[in-house]
């Protein structure tokens, strides 16, 4: 046994007082700052070096006990019969060992078992005196548990009192109460508009919310609670098949796992571990594993338990969906409208199914939020085909000298400004027309129907001539010849002339219209033409300062900063100029009055439910072409409001002040008119 340059009793000695604050942190604090698996390996490693040196086993070892101590803001209940814990196994070996074990025992050739998902909840129990519901307690450390009574009778998968009359005088109940998938991300919701706390984990959301002193807050909390078993029985008879029990138990009105069932020989158990692990990420609550159990009673006593779990019984683990790595290094990925995202590069771990490298940071916020370095140790969470995250830091392995992360203030593929309006998470590149990671997105819009319009130029030709590297900023569509393009996938003779005629007379355009085809983010077509009425030339809008962009109407500071920060950019105006000299040009405006005097102007419209024939972008823009101003909530400014299908709050709150309601048809006939 190799336990690194430490004596057997010293790496004991740490391994317990590990597990201990390990414990502690799962079962009281519900805070735990390492994924099961790491717990796993470190509880393995302690009942193998006991087993090797039996003289050193204690009492107090976590082998010799479930969980931790009971807060102490609760009462304590004493288990008639002990809650125990259950082994584990991780592979089909130490499955079959399990199998073999029993049948050996027993002296058979094949064992029927029960089996069942296992839950990632709170271990609890019910205690019915006449059916009804007279105390309900966590597992605790397996002796002695916390009497949660009045939070668990707010479960409304808890009966308070048990149906029809066939029940024990007194029947102790046993299961896990668990948060689904959807009630965890609603409570995280709920959780953040209130700036509060927010749960790792729907485990945690459950244990923390049975743990409420007050039990309106648990009632509040969408738990469930599924049964797998009894504890004491007295004054009456129970089935003698684990399987017979549990339908007992349901016909009492108590909720049984639908995925549960009866299995015949360890080939069944393989079988029915593959299906639900296939399944896992659609049922609508986790699971880590599913649990195995001998289905008759009396060779479960036979069989008999260990110290802290039954011979009888395995928990047969999934692959861990959360381990534990370190972060070499955090770079920076430019997305194809320019936001810049954090991305953690990992020492690789098979976490999930897969060897993980890299992890999404999403945004600074979120790093500094966690407070994630180049050097830390963390937990890296990867369940299904969802992109590897970083759940938390492990803060007791931080090396000295870390250093808090910082976004760069020059684009790492161009080296255009970083732009970060206050308030916003998301900070972008400012070099849209000449950054390498936003060329295709935008060529794209520059040649979009309300920009500069060239007909033939979808998007998958404009993934050929980047990919081909014909084009890399949208000056280079001026520059393209027939031979270079006649080397495309399905482009011919007649298309390419077709294309280049398109080219050519997308030159004579307009500068509302070039303007909004730059691709200046939040400049959209109305924006586009206030600012070409206002200025009435290019250079006048490229020399204007932040202030005088604020007098034209509708540019706020957010507007204005990003309108500023596109032309302060070298690159972007090297692109101008290119597009200038290859004869791209429109008149100069003095003043139109037809354009001043837009049809919407001053109006404030919302839209609402879902459109079918229109994009929400697409009515947004096309409203504010018009002049209108396009809010999201509904007040007693709002002029006008578009319901689309499944409409909402917003059309009921319209109703009750008087506000006009259109449908979608009347929203194309009023946008063709404008």
């Known amino acids: 046994m190799k336990t690194g340059l430490l004596p057997p009793r010293r790496r004991i000695d740490d391994l317990r007082q590990s597990l201990n604050q390990h414990n502690f942190n799962y079962y ?25 040196f039996p003289d050193l086993v204690r009492p107090d070892s976590p082998t010799q006990r479930v969980g931790a101590q009971p807060v102490k803001s609760f009462g304590q209940v004493r288990h008639a019969v002990p809650m125990l814990s259950l ?36 271990a609890v129990s019910l205690l019915y005196q006449d059916g009804v519901l007279v105390q309900a307690a966590t597992r605790g450390d397996g002796n002695t548990g916390e009497d949660i009574t009045h939070n668990v009778r707010t479960i409304p998968t808890v009966p308070l009192k048990l149906l029809g009359r066939n029940f024990p005088l007194l029947l102790e109940v046993r299961g896990e109460v668990y948060m689904t998938r959807q009630g965890f991300i609603e409570l995280n919701q709920a959780q953040a508009k209130k700036g509060e706390k ?23 909390r969408p738990l469930m609670m599924d049964c797998y078993g009894i504890g004491q029985v007295a004054g009456g008879a129970m089935p003698d098949h684990h399987s017979e029990i549990l339908v007992l138990l349901n016909k009492f009105g108590l909720h049984i796992n639908s995925q549960s069932q009866k299995v015949i020989g360890v ?12 399944d896992r990420d659609n049922l609508p609550y986790e699971i880590d594993g599913v649990v195995f159990k001998v289905d008759d009673l009396a060779l479960q006593q036979k069989i008999g338990f260990v110290t802290r779990a039954p011979r009888w019984a395995i928990a047969y683990k999934f692959p861990a969906q959360e381990e534990v790595t370190t972060v070499e290094a955090i770079d ?16 690789p771990i098979f976490v999930g199914g897969v060897t993980v490298t890299n992890a999404t940071l999403h945004n600074l916020a979120e790093v500094h ?15 299904g085909d969802v992109i590897p995250e970083i759940v938390s830091v492990v803060l007791e392995r931080r090396p000295a000298g870390t250093e808090i992360f910082y976004l760069p203030t020059q684009c790492p593929e161009c080296g255009s400004d970083i732009i970060r309006v206050a308030d916003e998470t998301i900070a972008r590149c400012s070099g849209g027309l000449y950054c390498p990671a936003q060329r295709k997105e935008a060529i794209k819009h520059f040649a979009s129907r309300r920009a500069l319009d060239i007909e033939g130029l979808g998007d998958k030709l404009v993934d050929q001539l980047v990919e081909q590297q014909l084009v890399d900023h949208v000056d280079d569509l001026y520059r393209l010849k027939a031979d270079e393009l006649l080397t495309l996938e399905r482009m011919g003779p007649k298309s390419a002339e077709n294309l280049l005629a398109a080219l050519a007379a997308s030159k004579t355009t307009t500068l509302p219209r070039f303007l909004f085809g730059l691709g200046i983010r939040e400049v959209g077509e109305a924006t586009a033409r206030s600012l070409a009425n206002y200025f009435g030339s290019l250079d006048k809008i490229m020399a204007a300062d932040k202030m005088t962009l604020e007098k034209v109407p509708d540019i706020g500071p957010v507007v204005a900063e990003h309108i500023v920060s596109f032309f302060a950019q070298a690159h972007n105006q090297q692109v101008l100029q290119a597009l200038i000299m290859q ?53 007693t400014k709002t002029d006008l409001v578009v319901a689309g299908q499944d409409a909402g709050s917003k059309l009921i709150k319209a109703r009750d002040l008087g506000v006009e309601v259109i449908g979608e048809t009347e929203l194309i006939q009023l946008l063709d008119d404008g």
Not at 335 to 344: D, E, I
């Open 267 to 278: 080939a069944a158990c393989q079988r029915y571990y593959q299906s639900i692990m296939a």
């Open 583 to 635: 004869g791209v040009t429109w008149p100069d405006i003095e003043y139109e009055p037809e354009l001043a005097q837009l049809p919407l102007e001053g109006k404030t419209v919302v839209l609402t439910g879902t459109l079918a024939h229109l994009t929400r972008t697409d009515a947004k823009e096309r409203l504010q072409a018009l002049g209108a101003k396009v809010a999201g909530s509904v007040s």
């Open 87 to 122: 082994d584990n196994a991780f592979n089909q070996e130490e499955l079959q060992n399990f199998d073999q074990r029993i049948r050996d025992r027993l002296n058979l050739e094949q064992i029927n078992y029960f089996a069942e998902p296992k839950m990632d909840g709170l």
């Open 28 to 52: 009281v604090l519900d805070t735990p700052t390492i994924p099961d698996a790491e717990y796993d390996r470190l509880f393995r490693e302690l009942l193998q070096l006991e087993a090797q």
């Open 198 to 220: 927010l749960f790792a984990n729907p485990r945690n959301a459950a244990a923390g919310s049975l743990r409420q002193l007050d039990p309106g807050i648990t009632a509040r």
């Open 332 to 347: 920076i990925q430019v997305g194809r409208t320019g936001s810049l995202t954090p991305v953690a590069r990992l020492a």
């Open 369 to 383: 939020r966690k407070d994630i370095r180049v050097g830390d140790t963390v937990v890296i969470r990867r369940a």
